[in-house]
C-alpha cells in the first residue's frame, strides 16, 4: 500500500492509503467520509465531513486539486489547490496529509501528531 496518490489517481470505497510506518491511515469510507485514522487506536484524526453522502471517490487530479466527488461528478470537498500541475497527495508519518507542489507544500490538514 502505498503513501502517496500521484496526479490523476483516486481513492474509491474502501481504497486507502498508509503512511510509510504504518501509523497514519487516510481512507475513503462506504459512507461517503474521507478520514485520517491513527492506526495504534483506530482513533480518527480528520474527516471530510461528507458521511451520508453519496460521495464515491477522491481525486488528486492533474492540476493539483484534491477533490471527493459525488456519483454525479459534482464536487462534494476540495483542497482548491488548482493550478498546481504535477502536485501529488503523501500521508506523512508524523499524521499530516499533505500536498506537495515539487518542492513545497500548498496544502495540509494540520493533524500533526506527536
Not at 493539483?64 to 501529488?88: D, E, R
Not at 508524523?94 to 494540520?110: K, Q, T
Request: aromatic share 8%.
Amino acid at each position: 500500500m502505498s503513501d502517496r496518490l500521484s496526479p490523476g489517481q483516486a481513492l474509491h470505497h474502501g481504497d486507502s492509503i498508509m503512511s510509510s510506518d504504518n501509523r497514519f491511515r487516510l481512507t475513503m469510507q462506504t459512507d461517503g467520509n474521507l478520514v485520517i485514522y491513527r492506526t495504534r487506536d483506530g482513533h480518527p484524526i480528520w474527516a471530510s465531513n461528507t458521511a451520508q453522502s453519496d460521495v464515491d471517490r477522491a481525486v488528486m487530479q492533474t492540476d493539483g486539486n484534491f477533490v471527493l466527488y459525488h456519483v454525479n461528478n459534482a464536487p462534494a470537498w476540495a483542497s482548491n489547490t488548482p493550478g498546481a500541475p504535477g502536485s501529488w497527495l503523501v500521508m506523512q508519518t508524523d499524521g499530516n496529509l499533505v500536498i506537495y507542489r515539487p518542492n513545497f507544500p500548498i496544502w495540509a490538514s494540520n493533524t500533526v501528531q506527536h
